[in-house]
């Protein structure tokens, strides 16, 4: 079996018996727009269904969608919507959009 790491993209093999159970983690996607990124990179993100905001994710500073994330929020040129994945706790932002 190959699986593949969703937020770092690192692959994994294991070799299991036919009739082995395997766990499969739990995976939410959400969308959300960004209303603000602070100095330490900490994104401030607006729930449109609920209107819930939050800014407890940080940007990873290696990442090339944060590179590009940044650029597109510093242009100014509309909203942005992110999407989230979470799963075992953890969360990352995967993908983000012009929206105007």
Same mark, same amino acid.
């Given at each position: 079996? @190959? ?19 395997? !766990? @499969? ?27 819930? @905001? ?13 590179? !590009? ?5 510093? !242009?100014?040129?509309? !909203?942005?919507?992110?999407? @989230? ?16």
């Amino acid at each position: 079996m @190959v699986g593949i790491d969703i937020f770092t993209g690192r692959r994994y093999e294991d070799i299991r018996p036919t009739g082995h159970m395997i !766990q @499969v983690p739990n995976v939410r996607k959400k969308d959300y727009i960004i209303v603000n990124i602070d100095d330490e990179n900490y994104i401030t993100l607006l729930d449109e269904n609920t209107c819930n @905001v939050r800014n407890d994710i940080k940007l990873k500073e290696d990442s090339d969608i944060t590179r !590009q994330l940044l650029d597109k929020f510093n !242009q100014g040129n509309g !909203q942005i919507k992110v999407t @989230v994945l979470t799963a075992l706790g953890e969360e990352q932002i995967m993908a983000f959009k012009v929206i105007d």
